[in-house]
Nanobody, 122 residues
Framework: QVQLVESGGGLVQPGKSLRLSCAAS????????MGWYRQAPGKQRELVAT???????NYKDSVKGRFTISRDDAKNTVYLQMNSLKPEDTAVYYC????????????????WGQGTQVTVSS
């Protein structure tokens, strides 16, 4: 019913930038929160950044000032601009959306994308 498709990952040198995109499609009624999480090898998945429908943002401390999350509600798309990348940012990045579908308009649940690899290395 709902799909989240990420794009924009890849290999980049330390100090460089990448922009991730995630487009949600399907029987969407309303998207409340969109966000990015990441999981490095041997570690738990962690929150990177979230943005509400009202535009409020929340960031992991270690990415504040370097990453910027934004969304385009007309396109049901969320972006993550990542600047000054560090090797410790290497991980699989997952898109998340807390949304309600047209089939259950009063019940919002979490949906996840398939993940996109970001590797920061010289």
């Amino acid at each position: 019913q709902v799909q989240l498709v990420e794009s924009g990952g890849g290999l980049v040198q330390p100090g460089k930038s990448l922009r991730l995109s995630c487009a949600a499609s399907g029987s969407i009624f309303r998207i409340y929160v969109m966000g990015w999480y990441r999981q490095a090898p041997g570690k738990q998945r962690e929150l990177v950044a979230t943005i509400t429908s009202g535009g409020s943002t929340n960031y992991k401390d270690s990415v504040k000032g370097r990453f910027t999350i934004s969304r385009d509600d007309a396109k049901n798309t969320v972006y993550l601009q990542m600047n000054s990348l560090k090797p410790e940012d290497t991980a699989v990045y997952y898109c998340n959306a807390f949304l309600a579908t047209v089939h259950a308009m009063s019940q919002a649940i979490n949906y996840w994308g398939q993940g996109t690899q970001v590797t920061v290395s010289s």
